[in-house]
């Protein structure tokens, strides 16, 4: 008996095809598939507990992002998704692959989500003035830095994914966005150095990081080192392109001065400097 998908799955040592991760030996044995082209285990990871996949990806393992990247999707959160091929029989139904890779989506959006959540409360809490001030303002604020916080984030993912289809032949598109989201999931530690510490030191080396799992994503589907370097900093220097022109040119504004000005109905005199788009 083979458990088998349509797809071929990655080695994650060695990155060649195979068709097959387990084979069933008897009804109650399973046996992982070793590696056509080098004989190891073709994904261990399947076995692994999802706290051991993460210790590896802190690590910057090439092999668990090929488990991420290529095998994970086809997976999906359950593992009766497999077809299991008897000698002359029909093949049970079986759930399809569809809606596991709907549920990757899912799982995917939501990190993201996070991720942005996480960043905008990082940058909000450390620009925000010490002292009391109200509740209102502080929503205010913290709407203007999650829109810059945006803006930041999907500059940074358009011009990866734009240079990785024109440079490095990367045709996935939407699993390329979704690994990529997924190789930044250390922007959700962010929010512990920002709480206990306000070290900016530790969010530099947490981005840091971030670009550092990006990376090593990007070269397991390109299969280009310095290509992936290259383009992930380009991202980069687009992304803080953004954050400079939607801060300046978009919401130069004192957003404090600006609410008190609006609730109080005093002079306005605090629009006297206005974004170009607003003249």
Known sequence: HIFQLSAMFICVECGSENPYLCEQISSSVLKLSQCEGCDAVVDKYIEYDGVLVLLDMLLLKTDVYRHIVFNRRQIGADRKVYTKYSNGTTPPPVTSTESHNHYYARTTILLFLSSLTADTYTTWLNDKPKGKLDLQVLELKFIVRLIEVLAQTCSFYL????????LLGI??????LLSLIISSFAKLFAIPSAIWSRNTNLLVLSYIFVLANNMVMLRVMSHRKVGSCLVILAGFLVERYADYTVSQNVFPWDTISLYKNIVNGTSMSVLSVKPKWFK
Do not use: E, H, P, Q
């Not at 045709?171 to 390329?176: C, H, L, P, T």
């Open 159 to 166: 011009t990866v994914l734009l240079l990785s289809v024109a």
């Open 171 to 176: 045709k996935d598109v939407k699993n390329m």
